[in-house]
């Protein structure tokens, strides 16, 4: 079925200090994944994403890591800043122009 | 337009009355999507559109909604005898075939009282 989240984790950070943001998915046959970013009042919004033939891309500020063994995506926010107080989600998809799966969400509060 | 555009922005209804929500995709973009989102929660998959292909209708909760996509283009997602239950963010997004990427609206809040 669909990942649909329910009570989001919340992940409290100090300003300044990194975040991991932990997403596991369930289909061993997705080749291409996706973290958005989503602030309150506003649609999700596009980070960075990955390709199933890496293991490791950076973007500015961000790094997405895969790690297809235990089908395990995460996101690095280096020296997190109060504009990244969002929630963030990861999302799978199978193949380009298939349809994307969302996970729940964690909602990254930064602390100043 | 630049975006993804989806009207009305809020929408508060009675319960029982039926309710169209709008999207405008990205010209271009051959893949439409719907998602539900309740307050605080994650994104719950409706529907899919890819060219001509038959819609992926798999996430529509109940027979009370339905979707359309008129000439590839604009999409109506319709909500008939609307329930409290409904009440959340109707988020569209669409993109274009050969990646993943989502390009999202702001979204339509529809509160059913």
């Known amino acids: 079925g669909e990942s649909v989240g329910l009570h989001l984790p919340t992940l409290s950070v100090q300003e300044g200090d990194n975040s991991i943001i932990n997403c596991a998915y369930s289909?061993?046959?997705?080749?291409?994944f996706i973290w958005y970013k989503q602030e309150s009042g506003k649609g999700p919004q596009f980070i960075i994403d990955?390709?199933?033939?890496?293991d490791k891309r950076q973007g500015q500020r961000v790094t997405v890591l895969l790690n297809k063994t235990v089908k395990h995506l995460s996101l690095q926010i280096a020296a997190t800043q109060p504009g990244d107080s969002a929630v963030y989600f990861c999302?799978?998809?199978?193949?380009?122009?298939?349809?994307?799966?969302f996970g729940g969400g964690t909602r990254v509060l930064v602390k100043p | 337009g630049a975006g993804v555009s989806q009207s009305p922005s809020n929408k508060v209804t009675e319960k029982g009355k039926d309710v169209e929500l709008r999207c405008d995709p990205i010209?271009?973009?051959?893949?439409l999507y719907w998602y539900r989102q309740s307050l605080g929660q994650g994104l719950e998959f409706l529907i899919y559109?890819?060219?001509?292909?038959?819609?992926?209708k798999s996430g529509l909760p109940s027979d009370r909604f339905s979707a359309e996509r008129t000439g590839g283009s604009v999409s109506t997602l319709t909500i008939q005898r609307t329930q409290q239950e409904d009440s959340a963010v109707y988020l569209c997004?669409?993109?274009?075939?050969?990646?993943?990427?989502?390009?999202f609206g702001e979204g339509s809040r529809l509160t059913v009282l």
């Open positions: 997004a669409s993109s274009t075939q050969n990646t993943g990427e989502l390009f």
């Open positions: 289909n061993s046959a997705s080749d291409y």
């Open positions: 990955i390709r199933s033939n890496m």
């Open positions: 999302a799978e998809n199978k193949a380009a122009g298939n349809k994307l799966t």
């Open positions: 010209s271009g973009h051959t893949a």
């Open positions: 559109f890819q060219g001509n292909s038959a819609p992926d």
